[in-house]
Every structure is written in structure tokens, then in C-alpha cells.
């Protein structure tokens, strides 16, 4: 079915629902929701809305706003393909976009969504952290900042745009006996793995108990 009408749904979650009692009048065969509410199931949008209703579930990131977002989406009943291909061409201009079965954007949310917090107290603070890191060590703040940021920014890039594994690229930095072994010991010591592994894990963890919330609070 051709979509000539795109509403998108960007609300706290706990709003959602009021919003879209607003709504439900207004929609059409032809209305395509867009909803990025985390921890929302397109079940839980659909049952608000009449039964032909299109909804596609975005959990898109913030690095939208420099069109670098990590984004991903399920499709809701009645979705079709053109509207997934429109989701992912409108995506598309903010960044990377994958579709996903609706059971894993729980999974999604915890890692790609809430990551940039994390990159905000590891990204954003590990940008931070290793610019002070270079500050401690001789740096100008200025300097070290934009080092830092390139760096990340550089691996990220070898991940995705030359497919290296992380573990290649880690073995690749690692000469024997030099500089990077040796602050890579540090990091395991700090257990810096199992931290970012757990943050993913609390909020998948958290998406899947609002979106629980969400189910009981509409039975
Ligand atoms: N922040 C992020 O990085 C991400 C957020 N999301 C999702 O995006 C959604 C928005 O989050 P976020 O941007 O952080 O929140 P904000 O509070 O910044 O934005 C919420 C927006 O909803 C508006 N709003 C509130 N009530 C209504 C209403 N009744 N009708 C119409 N608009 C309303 C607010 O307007 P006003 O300010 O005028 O009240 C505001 O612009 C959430 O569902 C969140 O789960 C998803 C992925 C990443
Ligand atoms: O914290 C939140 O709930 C939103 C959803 C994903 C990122 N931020």
C-alpha cells in the first residue's frame, strides 16, 4: 500500500499511550506510525489504534544529529515492505539502519540505543577520560580531546567501513612487549569488558521491563 502519510511518534514512553487515544482518530489505512518510544511493542501502539494501523518501532541513537546514528526497527503487523523501505531511506540520511525481529529491540536498545550514555560515562567519558589520560600526561586539553575523539572515531570506522575484527585491530595495535599491551593489561584489570557488558545487559534489561509495563497496564 502506497504511505502518503507519516506520523511520527517521539513522546516519553509513559506518554505513548495518551498520545495515541489523541491520535487513533486521525489514522488512515494509509498512516504510517513511526514510533522510536523505547521499551514500547508495536503490539502495545497497535492495540490503540484502529486494526488496520501500519507501525514501524524505531530505536534510532543520538548520533543522528551528526548523521552517524546506529538505528534499527521492527515491523508491526500490517507494515509492509514500502514501508520499511521508507523507515530505512529516511534512516538512512542519519546514519547506519537495520531491520531486526521485534523480540531483539530489547537487546538493541540496551546496546546501541542507551549506548551513547554509555559513551557519554565511557564514550563520551572514555573520550573525556583518555583526553584527561593525555592531559596527565603532557597534553593540551584542546589537543588531547581531538585526539582522543579521532581515535575512537578511527576504530569505529575500521569496524564498519574495512569489516576488521576488533580483535584483529586490538592484535594489530599490540606490539610485543610495547606501549599498548601494557595499558591493555590496566584495562582488563579494571575490568572495563565486563562493565560495558553489564551496562548493555541492564539496559536490554530495563527496555524489557517497561515494555512489560507496558503490556500489564493494557491487558
Ligand atoms: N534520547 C535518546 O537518545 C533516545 C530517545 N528515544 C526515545 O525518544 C523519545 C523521546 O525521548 P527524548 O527525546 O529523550 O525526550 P524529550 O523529553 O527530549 O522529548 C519528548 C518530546 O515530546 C514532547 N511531548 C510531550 N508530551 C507531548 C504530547 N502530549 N504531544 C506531543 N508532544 C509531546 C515534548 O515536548 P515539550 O518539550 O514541549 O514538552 C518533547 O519535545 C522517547 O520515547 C525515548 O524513548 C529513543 C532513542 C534514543
Ligand atoms: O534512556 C532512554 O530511555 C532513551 C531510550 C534509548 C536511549 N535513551
Keep these: 500500500m502506497e504511505t502518503n502519510e507519516v506520523v511520527y511518534l517521539a513522546v516519553k514512553p509513559n506518554y505513548v499511550t495518551s498520545v ?9 489505512a494509509h498512516t504510517l506510525i513511526v514510533s522510536i518510544a523505547a521499551g514500547v511493542p508495536t503490539f502495545v501502539i497497535e492495540k490503540h489504534l484502529p486494526d488496520e494501523a501500519r507501525v514501524i518501532r524505531v530505536m534510532p541513537n543520538i548520533a543522528a544529529v551528526v548523521q552517524s546514528s546506529a538505528c534499527v526497527y521492527a515491523r508491526g503487523k500490517n507494515a509492509d515492505d ?6 530505512t531511506e529516511m534512516l538512512n540520511c542519519v546514519g547506519l539502519v537495520e531491520e531486526m525481529p521485534e523480540d531483539l ?6 546496546l546501541s540505543g542507551n549506548g551513547p550514555a554509555y559513551v557519554r560515562h565511557y564514550g ?3 573520550i573525556q577520560a583518555l583526553a ?11 589537543k588531547a580531546l581531538r585526539l582522543a575523539a579521532q581515535t575512537l572515531l ?15 585491530l586490538k592484535d594489530e595495535v599490540c ?3 610495547g606501549t599498548s599491551i601494557y595499558a591493555l593489561h590496566r584495562l ?11 551496562a548493555v545487559e541492564a539496559g536490554t534489561l530495563r527496555s524489557i521491563e517497561m515494555g512489560q509495563h507496558h503490556l500489564d497496564n493494557n491487558k
Design 20 to 28: 495515541l487515544k489523541d491520535l487513533s482518530s486521525a489514522v488512515r
Design 188 to 198: 582488563e584489570s579494571c575490568g572495563f569488558r565486563g562493565a560495558l557488558m553489564d
Design 82 to 87: 514500502g514501508d520499511c523501505d521508507l523507515v
Design 154 to 168: 578511527g576504530a569505529a570506522k575500521m569496524v564498519l567501513e574495512q569489516h576488521v575484527h576488533p580483535e584483529q
Design 175 to 177: 606490539s610485543t612487549g
Design 124 to 126: 563520551f567519558v572514555a
Design 132 to 142: 584527561d589520560g593525555g592531559v596527565k600526561m603532557g597534553l593540551n586539553r584542546d
Design 105 to 110: 529491540m530489547d537487546a538493541a536498545t540496551g
